[in-house]
């Protein structure tokens, strides 16, 4: 779980001195996981720009209040429209936050307050799913062994094991997530009619889906148990899928 948490590591003035507001542009706005274009509602987003914020603040225990995420962090807010965000970061240059449930696809405003001095409002929209796994580096999909070791090439995903993988974006639950709170029990997908899991670019029985939902303790973040294919090809290139919308290609399974 250690790696999960690595991953996961008022009034607004709407006439900020330019020089010192904080500053982005709507493509600086992206998918958390894939860091990506590719927005949701429920959805980890990573954005980027310069004079965010004053302080680098990492999220602690004590911010969460009655399991629900903050939405205020070093005097620093996210707007869509008048929803505000929950946070995970903030910095001068990248706030990670996470979008609220509540909000229905289509296009926002958006902006950063810091300290009562806002910045841009551009424009984003949110898409019904944003389907993306989070990945290391090298592009490897982050996924874990039962035992919870992670899934790499020193320890390699087997044929038929069961291993989970970690996703974000994969939109609505039943029942549906309180919004920026911490799920306290398995979640599943409302649409899992529609999902599936792409090995080596074909898609799998649906049947060796053992779970797709929210992980429980982890705002914003989902989870996906499957039982790999009995033949599996070594470091197969994985993808979600839900109906036609797919997470980024290119992303490999470590396996053998």
Same mark, same amino acid.
């Given at each position: 779980m250690k790696t999960l948490l690595v991953i996961l590591s008022a009034a607004v003035c709407?006439?900020?001195?330019?020089?010192?507001? &904080?500053?982005?542009?709507?493509?600086?706005?992206?998918?958390g996981a894939s860091f990506t274009p590719g927005l949701a509602p429920n959805t980890i987003v990573s954005l980027f720009g310069t004079n965010l914020s004053w302080d680098t603040r990492t999220l602690h225990s004590s911010d969460i209040a009655g399991g629900i995420l903050p939405t205020s962090l070093a005097n620093v807010e996210v707007y869509f429209?008048?929803?505000?965000?929950?946070?995970?970061?903030?910095? &001068?240059?990248?706030?990670?936050?996470?979008?609220?449930?509540?909000?229905?696809?289509?296009t926002f405003?958006?902006?950063?307050?810091?300290?009562?001095?806002?910045? &841009?409002?551009?424009?984003?929209?949110?898409?019904?799913?944003? &389907?993306?796994m989070f990945q290391t580096s090298d592009g490897k999909a982050i996924a874990t062994h039962l035992d919870g070791s992670l899934v790499s090439s020193a320890k390699p995903a087997a044929p038929g094991e069961a291993i989970t993988l970690w996703a974000n974006g994969l939109g609505a639950t039943n029942p549906d997530?309180?919004?920026?709170?911490?799920?306290?029990?398995?979640?599943?997908?409302?649409?899992?009619?529609?999902?599936?899991?792409?090995?080596?670019?074909?898609?799998?029985?649906?049947?060796?889906?053992?779970?797709?939902?929210?992980?429980?303790?982890?705002?914003?973040?989902y989870q996906v148990n499957v039982r790999l294919p009995d033949s599996l090809p070594p470091n197969p290139e994985l993808r979600l899928a839900i109906g036609s919308t797919m997470s980024p290609a290119g992303i490999v399974l470590p396996a053998q």
């Amino acid at each position: 779980m250690k790696t999960l948490l690595v991953i996961l590591s008022a009034a607004v003035c709407l006439c900020a001195q330019p020089s010192t507001a &904080p500053n982005y542009t709507a493509a600086g706005i992206v998918n958390g996981a894939s860091f990506t274009p590719g927005l949701a509602p429920n959805t980890i987003v990573s954005l980027f720009g310069t004079n965010l914020s004053w302080d680098t603040r990492t999220l602690h225990s004590s911010d969460i209040a009655g399991g629900i995420l903050p939405t205020s962090l070093a005097n620093v807010e996210v707007y869509f429209e008048g929803w505000p965000a929950y946070l995970y970061y903030v910095s &001068p240059t990248q706030i990670n936050l996470l979008i609220p449930s509540v909000l229905l696809p289509g296009t926002f405003n958006f902006w950063v307050a810091r300290q009562g001095v806002a910045g &841009p409002i551009v424009q984003v929209t949110l898409q019904p799913e944003a &389907p993306a796994m989070f990945q290391t580096s090298d592009g490897k999909a982050i996924a874990t062994h039962l035992d919870g070791s992670l899934v790499s090439s020193a320890k390699p995903a087997a044929p038929g094991e069961a291993i989970t993988l970690w996703a974000n974006g994969l939109g609505a639950t039943n029942p549906d997530v309180v919004p920026g709170g911490l799920p306290p029990m398995a979640q599943w997908l409302s649409h899992m009619e529609t999902f599936n899991i792409w090995i080596g670019g074909n898609p799998i029985d649906q049947t060796r889906i053992l779970y797709a939902g929210v992980a429980p303790g982890f705002a914003g973040l989902y989870q996906v148990n499957v039982r790999l294919p009995d033949s599996l090809p070594p470091n197969p290139e994985l993808r979600l899928a839900i109906g036609s919308t797919m997470s980024p290609a290119g992303i490999v399974l470590p396996a053998q």
